[in-house]
Structures are given as structure tokens and as C-alpha cells.
């Protein structure tokens, strides 16, 4: 293509191990049929390695995307994608962040980096304006991510770079390790499930620090900014929107709480009083938040700045203060805000640690774990001092920290004794902070998200709380604790989460979809109607499933833990509650062009135009 709009056209390949680096031209034919972001990101890891990869060899290919949209006047288009295989999973592996990072490395020319290899020594890669150098960075190797952040601006004497960096967890390859960025002074924004830090820190790669001055163009700007100037209202008066402009995502606490979404207590409690304290409303009513920030283009204003105590930074999000609070029984405001900030100096994602942490007390609490396995330690819930001494020896790796390290579902393979069912996981992600036996779709999603149990992959739940979206053909409102019609809706809806991470947008923002495929026209001047968005997004996510197909992923994983299936709570708002799921399986495998075992039919990889690219895997599975 002669010229470019939204994209940049180049993709950076870093060699560690040879520390060689070179340009790729992006191929039109690759924008075309996956678009960007994620999109983009499962072909490069489909062309570069072979699924069954080990996590952690120097062979496994870590890949950083952004979209079309990236970095543009359109709403929210901030954000980039990590992937590769994940050390969580065992199979497909990716994280989200949002913030200006992507940005920046768009000004600086590229779409994305894919990082091969493994470096012999710590290094950071310094990317300026098309250039890069791969640099030394053992005097940063050990250092939080806040440290590191902090190190490398002095050291450059440019406060303006945006770092992305790993912290002591990455380097001591934690399965769920994150990637922070624009870590000071206000972050960090967090690329946090599935262990994209592991990975990064298994290359000895600290971080990447960009800087740009160019220009990402648009084709049509003008026709752009009319577009975005109408609908901004419209996304304003979104009562979500206004919700998380106050209170950031923790104003939904008392929200999911009601409908007993809000995990507590592991997954086995309905009601509990202390969710008042622990809400959106008791951080901003105690003094905690300070400030209100806002990633690139965004009008929201959903992240929030707190100062309590020694901590100043990121306040914590609404999975946070599930994970780390309701889920361990803790309602102290001041202790989550600081657990969240030794997780982010860590480098360890929340939902994980509080997940594996509850996976643990509870094992402890039924005899299946001892002081013997611990450490010395006993393990009870409420008890804040033992889990911020937890989540310190999970970040250094050390002590207990090492077996909680590995995730719920490793770590109880290793102790066994029947711990395992006290593991709530999917795929051996650990489940993010909503009860799908409240929103029954939900629990479809979770069984079939690519990454395992993620919220994320189509937010299935604002369908059951009563949102349409006519664009996609969802035009009646979904009873929440019926599983009747859910599979068609789950794969509507995860398919069209495919498009937002590909282009790449944020979720938080209400866009409707027929817009955004005409906001992608005006950016980029290559037409797609919606129709062509959505069979893009089936044929990311088909991609995906087959990467995890090939690594022996079929309808046996596609399931929640027993608990969700055969326990319903005794009270709450899921009183009585328990996942319907295979029934919705059936109908969301029909609707996806599935066998029945959740393998997709050699003629659906066909019809997406995807068979070439993993028909050379399918004979050696």
C-alpha cells in the first residue's frame, strides 16, 4: 500500500538472542482480514511459532499490538495488546492495557514489536523515532516496576519516555505475571492476566521505553471529528459511563453485590456486610481518591488517583477490591489500596493473586494445606497482615510464595490431597470477580474464552442486566439467571469483543458498533461494514481457539469449577443459582460452527479463509 491511515505500516521484530532487529512492512492483506491489535497478534504468533511451544523457551514469541484506531481523536483509543503462549494456560495467552504507551509507539513509527529470542544478560529495548537499540538494563533487573520506571528517566534525563516494565514477579517468572506502563506518577496501567510479565522476564527483557514525534494520519478527519463531536453525548449520558466518571469501576461494588455477582469468601458466601465499606463511595467519602485521570482521548475519567498512608498511584478497580477484599473477607479500604500497590510494584496481577490466595486459605481452613506447606504460616480469612505478607512472597518468589507463584491450578496439582476443587479456575486462569451462577451467560463465557475465565471477552453480563445492542441484533432483554437463548448471545458478543481489541478500543466507552465500523472507514480509508467487522472478529477468535485446539483444549475445558455447576448459595441475589451449562454449550458451538466437541469443522476454517494458516498443525496434534 502506497500510504497509510491509522496504521503506521511497520512492525518491529527484536532478535534477543542474536540482538538483531529489523522492520517488517505490515502486509495489507494481514490488516485486511484481522485488522489490528489482537487480530494481528494471533497471525504473528500462528506465523512465528508453533503452538505447543514451552512457555517459558527462548522460542516463544512475545507480541505487542496496537490497532488502527490507536492513538487517534476517536474516543478511548488508547490501548494495545500483549500475546504468546501463556505459562498461566499452557495455551493461548493475552492482556489489555490501556494509557499512552501504544501511543507513543505508534508516534514513534511502528504498530507493534514482536520480541524473539532470550537475551543473555538483563537488557531494555529504547525505541526513538523509528530508531531502537537494545541496552543494558542489569542495574535494573530486581527493581519494582515503579523503581524501574522511575530509574530509567533519570538515567535517560527525559521524564516524558513512556516505560513498559517488569517487576521482580516477571523476573522470577510468576505464571501470572504483568506488564506495567506509564507507571509514574500516576499509574500504573496494567497488561495483567495470563502472564505476559513471565514471559517478557523469561527473555530477560526489563522493559521498552518509547518515544515518538510523528504523526498517525487520518484519512478523512474532518468527517471523523463531526462524527465523534454527535456522539458524544450520546456516550455521556451512558449510565455506566457516568458511574465510572465518579467512582471508577469500584461504583459497581454495591451494584454486583446486590445481584450476587461479588464474590466473598471464595465463591461461597451470598451476603456480607462488609461490601458498604469496601465500595466505590467509601474510598471517595474516606479521602483516599484524590484525583480523577483520564488514558489518551478519553472523556470518562474512570482511573482514579488515590494518596493513602505510603501509597500514591492507582487506586484499585473494582476486581481489585473483589479479589483482594470480598474474596478474603477483608473490608479495609486502606489495606486494598495497599495490596493493590505492592501487587503493581510486584508486578503481579490482582485477580490471580487473590484468586490463589483464596484457593489457599480455604485449603488451609479444610485441612488440605498445613503450616508444614506454608511456612509457618496459618492461613484464615480476614487476616490483611497475612496476605500482604503473601503477596510479598509471591512478587520476591520466595518461601510459600514459590507454590502460589505457579496459580491455583498448578499449585494444587503439586499438593494434591484433593485441593484441587478449591481452585477457582478456567483453563487455569483464575476466575475474574463475577459469580457466574448470577449472570448464567457469564458462565458461558468464561468456559469459552480463549484466555480461560475472562470477564473481558464480550462482558456478557451488561446483556443480562437489560443492555440491547441492535446493531448485533440483540435486540430483547436476557434474564440473567436463564440459560435459555445465552449460547447465540455469548458468541454475538465475544465475536464483537475480538473487533474492540483489534481496532483497538476501550470497553468501557459506548460507541455502537455500526459507528465504529464507519469511524474505522474514515481512519483508515479502507471500507468494511459491519458485516465485515464481525466475520473479522469470528475469525480472530476461531484463530485463537485452534491455537488452543492444538494444544489439546476441547469441550472437556470448556467448563467451570463444581462449585458453579452442583452449589448453589443459600442467600443473596444468586440464592439458589447454579450454571446450566451444557445446554448453552450446544447452542454456542452450533452457532460458532463447531463440532461437538468444540473443535471448529474443517469447512468453518475454510468459509473464515484461516484453513491454510493452521491446517499444517492439525496433522501433528
Not at 503452538?51 to 490507536?70: A, H, I, K, Y
Not at 495467552?93 to 529470542?117: M, N, P, R
Not at 496459618?378 to 510479598?392: N, R, S, Y
Not at 491455537?547 to 476441547?554: A, E, H, L, Q, Y
Request: with cysteine.
Amino acid at each position: 500500500m502506497s500510504e497509510w491511515y491509522g496504521y503506521m505500516g511497520k512492525i518491529l521484530e527484536v532478535d534477543l538472542s542474536t540482538g538483531r532487529t529489523r522492520i517488517r512492512e505490515l502486509k495489507e492483506e494481514d490488516a485486511d482480514m484481522f485488522i489490528g491489535g489482537i487480530g494481528l497478534a494471533a497471525k504473528v504468533l500462528f506465523d512465528e511459532i508453533d503452538p505447543r511451544v514451552e512457555p517459558f523457551s527462548p522460542d516463544n514469541v512475545l507480541v505487542f499490538m496496537t490497532g488502527p484506531l490507536t492513538g487517534t481523536m476517536v474516543q478511548c483509543s488508547g490501548r494495545y495488546v500483549v500475546a504468546a503462549k501463556s505459562p498461566l494456560t499452557m495455551a493461548w495467552g493475552e492482556a489489555h492495557v490501556s494509557g499512552f504507551w501504544g501511543v507513543e509507539l505508534k508516534k514513534a513509527g511502528f504498530d507493534g514489536i514482536i520480541i524473539k529470542g532470550k537475551s543473555s544478560s538483563p537488557v531494555y529495548l529504547h525505541i526513538h523515532d523509528g530508531e531502537v537499540e537494545i541496552r543494558d538494563a542489569s542495574k535494573y533487573w530486581g527493581l519494582t516496576t515503579i523503581e524501574t520506571d522511575l530509574r530509567i528517566k533519570s538515567d535517560l534525563g527525559d521524564k516524558s519516555v513512556h516505560v513498559a516494565a517488569i517487576g521482580p514477579a516477571g523476573e522470577g517468572l510468576v505464571r501470572y505475571a504483568i506488564i506495567a506502563s506509564d507507571i509514574t506518577p500516576d499509574g500504573p496501567r496494567v497488561a495483567g492476566r495470563t502472564g505476559m510479565g513471565a514471559v517478557m522476564g523469561s527473555k530477560n527483557l526489563k522493559a521498552i521505553v518509547v518515544k515518538g514525534n510523528g504523526q498517525i494520519k487520518v484519512k478523512e478527519p474532518e468527517k471523523l471529528r463531526s462524527n465523534i463531536n454527535r456522539l458524544l453525548p450520546y456516550i455521556l449520558s451512558y449510565p455506566t459511563t457516568q458511574l465510572y466518571s465518579i467512582y471508577g469501576t469500584a461504583g459497581e461494588v454495591e451494584e454486583f453485590y446486590e445481584y450476587g455477582d461479588m464474590p466473598i469468601r471464595n465463591f461461597t458466601v451470598g451476603k456480607w456486610d462488609g461490601i458498604l465499606n469496601i465500595s466505590g463511595r467509601a474510598f471517595r467519602e474516606k479521602g483516599i481518591v484524590k484525583a480523577h485521570r483520564a488514558c489518551w482521548a478519553c472523556p470518562i475519567h474512570c482511573w482514579k488517583y488515590i494518596e493513602v498512608n505510603n501509597v500514591k498511584g492507582r487506586g484499585p478497580e473494582y476486581e481489585t477490591i473483589a479479589s483482594l477484599g470480598s474474596m478474603l473477607m477483608i473490608d479495609d479500604p486502606y489495606y486494598i489500596a495497599e495490596a493493590n500497590d505492592l501487587c503493581n510494584k510486584y508486578g503481579i496481577d490482582t485477580i490471580s493473586t487473590g484468586g490463589t490466595i483464596a484457593w489457599a486459605i480455604e485449603s488451609f481452613e479444610r485441612g488440605l494445606l498445613t503450616k508444614e506447606d506454608t511456612g509457618g504460616l496459618e492461613l484464615k480469612w480476614g487476616d490483611k497482615e497475612t496476605v500482604l505478607k503473601l503477596i510479598e512472597l509471591i512478587g520476591k518468589r520466595e518461601g510459600f510464595g514459590k507454590l502460589l507463584g505457579e496459580g491455583c491450578r498448578m499449585a494444587s496439582r503439586i499438593i494434591g490431597r484433593g485441593t484441587e476443587k478449591y481452585c477457582m479456575h478456567v483453563k487455569g486462569t483464575e476466575m475474574p470477580m463475577h459469580d457466574p451462577r448470577a449472570f448464567k451467560g457469564m458462565g458461558l463465557q468464561y468456559a469459552t474464552s480463549n484466555r480461560g475465565a475472562d470477564h473481558l471477552q464480550g462482558l456478557t453480563f451488561r446483556i443480562e442486566q437489560g443492555e440491547r445492542i441492535t446493531d448485533l441484533k440483540i435486540y430483547e432483554r436476557y434474564d440473567r439467571v436463564s440459560y435459555i437463548g445465552k449460547g447465540r448471545v455469548v458468541a454475538t458478543m465475544e465475536t464483537w469483543h475480538e473487533i474492540l481489541e483489534s481496532l483497538v478500543i476501550c470497553k468501557f466507552i459506548s460507541i455502537p458498533p455500526l459507528h465504529l465500523a464507519g469511524m474505522y472507514t474514515l481512519v483508515t480509508g479502507r471500507r468494511k461494514t459491519l458485516q465485515d467487522l464481525l466475520t473479522a472478529g469470528r475469525r480472530i477468535f476461531t484463530l485463537k481457539r485452534m491455537f488452543n485446539v492444538i494444544n489439546g483444549i476441547s469441550r472437556k475445558d470448556d467448563t467451570l469449577p463444581e462449585r458453579f455447576l452442583k452449589e448453589p448459595l443459600s442467600e443473596g441475589g444468586a440464592k439458589g443459582q447454579v450454571v446450566e451449562l451444557e445446554p448453552m454449550l450446544n447452542e454456542y458451538y452450533n452457532y460458532m460452527g463447531w463440532d461437538e466437541n468444540g473443535v471448529p469443522t474443517r469447512e468453518t476454517l475454510k468459509e473464515l479463509g484461516i484453513l491454510p494458516i493452521v491446517e499444517r498443525f492439525m496433522n501433528n496434534k
